[in-house]
């Protein structure tokens, strides 16, 4: 199998000569360099979890199933709210968390509900949280809008650390291989982020957009 890897030359000669065009590198000769699928497979992981996020967790009119979805991470792993305490809607305007089953887990609870990018402000009452559903108008929108780009910086930020680990790899895999091969993964690698992080900055977009204008 043939992968075709960004150009090594210099930028000054893109599309001219020597400099310009790109390397394809064999599976062989990316083997012990970068795994590909591996690296493909752990963006996109981020990718979708970013788009998971945004279908759950940002909606203009929030309810009890928003709630359910919601991902809380503890340290014995990451559990769905609804595994870990009763969802009740007690009223349109007002949504009880009831914790009472797992004590152990309300500091966990309550910092996903604050990070949850529902522009929200649960109100803690020993293992229970009253939640307040926020009103549809232009601020509760506005600041979806921002808690959108808030996520994305988070996952950009966490795609990068997967670049920079993929990196320290490539350069660690230098002795006995072409500096040509070696700078042509390299270049893949970064480029592969870089398409990544637009994806997620179109999706971002888009969602922006879905809650400025949508009803």
């Known amino acids: 199998m043939l992968i075709m890897c960004a150009s090594t030359g210099d930028k000054k000669g893109k599309g001219k000569g020597k400099g310009g065009g790109s390397m394809t590198l064999s599976a062989e000769e990316l083997d012990g360099i970068l795994d590909v ?14 788009q998971e996020k945004f279908i759950h967790t940002l909606s203009v009119r929030t309810s009890q199933g928003v709630f359910d979805n919601l991902q809380v991470k503890t340290e014995d792993g990451t559990f769905s709210l ?31 509900l604050v990070n949850s990018g529902l522009n929200i402000n649960p109100q803690q009452e020993k293992a229970t949280f009253y939640v307040q559903v926020p009103q549809v108008t232009k601020e509760h929108r506005q600041k979806l809008a921002k808690n959108a780009k808030t996520l994305c910086e988070a ?19 230098k002795e006995g291989r072409s500096e040509d091969i070696v700078k042509a993964a390299a270049n893949m690698a970064k480029e592969m982020m870089d398409q990544t992080v637009a994806r997620m900055e179109d999706m971002t977009a888009a969602k922006q957009k879905e809650l400025l204008q949508g009803k």
């Open 37 to 50: 699928e591996a690296y493909q497979s752990d963006m996109d992981r981020l990718t979708n979890s970013l």
């Open 82 to 112: 609804i595994q870990i305490a009763q969802v009740i809607q007690k009223s349109p305007q007002m949504i009880i968390i009831d914790a009472t089953l797992s004590p152990m887990y309300l500091k966990d609870v309550k910092e996903a």
């Open 155 to 173: 996952s950009k930020k966490d795609i990068r650390t997967i670049f920079s680990k993929y990196s320290k790899k490539i350069n660690s895999s």
